[in-house]
């Protein structure tokens, strides 16, 4: 009897342990499937940034290339008019983009923080073993990376229509009509118009804010130890 219930009790524990070890599978699965839904989220503020600031490139060597080759002065006013319905395009274009990703972008800024700040903490107060400090640094660097795709290409963009300025100057607008020289200052006067992208309508989608974002995780970590008597 002993020995049948001492093996009773054995399989009863592998029994448990497989179910904890398959729990755990699960989770860690669920985990990197949650983590691939997110990044893939996360790709497509960066992208549409992406391309917004690559068409603004190809039209400010559109606009600086009129009047430079063999082309008549009506084919060259035609092509100033052709940029400027670009030029619509995209405002319309980065109109609708600041719609879509203004809020949402507002809170991964301040959750961001707030997880950077939560794994320093956990990182250097609490965690012993060599295993846990390596998933957290990784998993620290992962969420620091997030948003610095968008903070750069947000630069680009604001960077790019700044330049569309220049751009109408840089063409041989001197020995082209009158007619194309007033379309030409009508589209300076618009470029004048900065394109700023704001996160919430309140921070600016911008490499300064990433910085801003580091210093706001650091506050609030000193914050939390000194809270709880481990800053000293």
Known sequence: MPVKER???L???????????YFRVQLNAWRICGALDLSEADSFPPLILYLISEQCQLLILRISEIGYG????EENEQDLLNCIRDQNALYRLLDVTKSLISYPMMVQFMVIG???AITLFVL???VETLYDRIYY????LGITVQTYPLCYYGTMVQESFADLHYAVFCSNWVDQSASYRGHMLILAERTKRKQLLLAGNLVPI??????ASWKGAYSFFTL??????LGS
Do not use: P
């Open 224 to 229: 939390m130890a000194d809270r709880d008597g």
């Open 114 to 116: 707030i997880n950077i």
């Open 124 to 126: 250097i107060f609490y």
């Open 206 to 211: 911008h490499l300064s804010t990433y910085v």
């Open 70 to 73: 063999s082309k008549t002065l």
């Open 7 to 9: 093996h009773q009790e």
């Open 11 to 21: 399989k009863m524990k592998l029994s448990e342990t497989l179910k904890i070890d």
């Open 137 to 140: 640094l990784c998993f620290l």
